[in-house]
């Protein structure tokens, strides 16, 4: 019996631990796009019950543990992003946009490995310029609500401490409690705790679709996608990568008018049911990501209490909650950006441009933090060699000539092996 039901139970575990420790991030992401709170709710419980149908198709059709998740990194850029010319349908488009490369990428390999081609720096660098503004977020709140933040971040810090798979949704918990102890009762008249699907026309612009389309896309692809594979060869599986790109890509694709931003396969979580906790056999583990999937898709039902919760709260709170969820992704992302010394300017200039936040032509900063870096990048292969010296030769080992030449260090084919991976 115990053999039995271990894999059950570790889907159980995976579907809260990857929707208690992210959720406020996708509804903070699709609220900055323009999403009313019904369209926000509309848009989780899509993205739940999406990831779910593509968790139970894969799981069974091809008996591999392929957990999947909402893209984490996909709604930080939406947070970075903000309103958008032309409102909240035209987001809604740049989400079926987003959808329809990720399942060409599944129909057309070469599309893919261009992807996975983006050098680690590059990609790092961007990634932690998406998630540094909400990473601040739990400094904000400190010095803002501190008599509701210090508990908060407090159990995250114990919880980190000790048992860090809880941390987060630890924090969420005492958020709640908070949240609930210094809120009015009247506070809570007409709310509605069960989610509605709020389905919108999807309007285009040029600047959305590279501004927004194209940069989800390729956070999608470089932070979920490709470490979500990575992790499953890990465990010794051999991934069906072009299926998985074209069930999340057709997912996306339906879940996208009811506000539904992206679904990909897990990175981290997908560890909780690709691992051996989930079974001795790895053979069974497939329950434990199909149990994960009809998990996730029921908790979906609670995105209209979620979205309540969230629109009671004092917002930086809830971004800090967010933030607190992030702080991995964003140290792995600033290590993974700055670990070649040969690319580390155009690194620092792909982070800062996209940080920013800046918007130029009605385009955001992701874009044209990956233009600026890779421009750098290119203007440093290129550069003439400096000529050897006597001093040169006892350069120490840290300096870049003693590590790699310029051009070594951002060949894409020495950085595609590894990007950074994002929490689900």
């Known amino acids: 019996m ?39 709710a509309s848009g989780l419980l899509a993205v739940c019950v999406a990831a779910g149908i593509s ?37 809604v488009g740049a989400f079926l946009v987003s959808g329809a490369l990720i ?13 996975a081609a983006i050098p680690r720096p590059i990609a790092g660098a961007m990634l932690a310029g998406v998630l540094l503004p909400l990473c601040t977020a739990p400094v904000r709140a400190l010095v803002e609500v501190p008599r509701l933040a210090v508990p908060v971040v407090s159990v995250w810090l114990l919880l980190h401490r000790f048992a860090r798979r809880w941390a987060v949704p630890g924090a969420l918990v005492v958020a709640v409690v908070a949240i609930a102890v210094t809120t009015p009762v009247a506070g809570l008249g007409g709310t509605r705790l069960l989610p509605v699907v709020e389905l919108t026309a999807p309007a285009w612009n040029v600047a959305a679709l590279i501004g927004l389309a194209l940069p989800l896309f390729l956070v999608t ?14 465990y010794g599986y051999r991934p ?13 694709l339906a879940a996208a008018p009811a506000g539904g931003h992206a679904v990909n396969l897990a990175a981290i979580t997908a560890a909780l049911a690709a691992g051996p906790d989930a079974h001795p056999d790895p053979d069974r583990r497939w ?42 992704a964003l140290a792995t992302a600033l290590t993974s950006a700055l670990a070649e010394p040969a690319a580390r300017e155009a690194a620092v200039v792909t982070f800062i441009v996209t940080a920013s936040g800046v918007t130029l032509a009605g385009v955001g900063g992701a874009f044209w933090g990956l233009v600026a870096g890779g421009l750098m990048l290119m203007l440093f292969r ?6 050897a010296t006597p001093a040169a030769s006892t350069a120490s080992p840290a300096s870049p000539a003693a590590t790699a030449s310029p051009a070594a260090a951002a060949s894409p084919a020495a950085t595609a092996s590894s990007v950074p991976a994002v929490g689900d």
């Open 103 to 115: 399942v060409a990428a599944g129909l057309f390999p070469a599309l893919g490995r261009a992807v």
């Open 287 to 328: 329950i434990a990501s199909v149990t994960a999937g009809i998990g996730l898709a029921l908790l979906g039902l609670g995105a209209g209490a979620a979205t309540a919760l969230v629109a009671l709260a004092p917002p930086v709170l809830i971004e800090a909650v967010a933030g607190l969820a992030l702080l991995g």
């Open 2 to 40: 115990a053999g039995r039901s271990q894999p059950v139970l570790a889907g159980v575990v995976t579907a809260l631990v990857g929707f208690a420790s992210s959720f406020t991030v996708v509804l903070a992401g699709l609220r900055a796009v323009g999403a009313s709170d019904a369209q926000a």
């Open 55 to 91: 968790a139970v198709w894969l799981g069974v059709r091809h008996r591999i543990p392929i957990s999947i998740a909402w893209s984490t990194p996909g709604a930080a850029l939406l947070v970075a992003t903000g309103a958008v010319p032309g409102g909240w349908p035209v987001a």
């Open 221 to 234: 692809m470089a932070a979920q996608n490709v470490p979500g594979m990575a992790v499953l060869v890990g």
């Open 240 to 252: 069906p990568f072009g299926a998985a790109l074209r069930a999340t890509g057709l997912t996306t």
């Open 382 to 387: 290129h550069r003439p060699a400096t000529p």
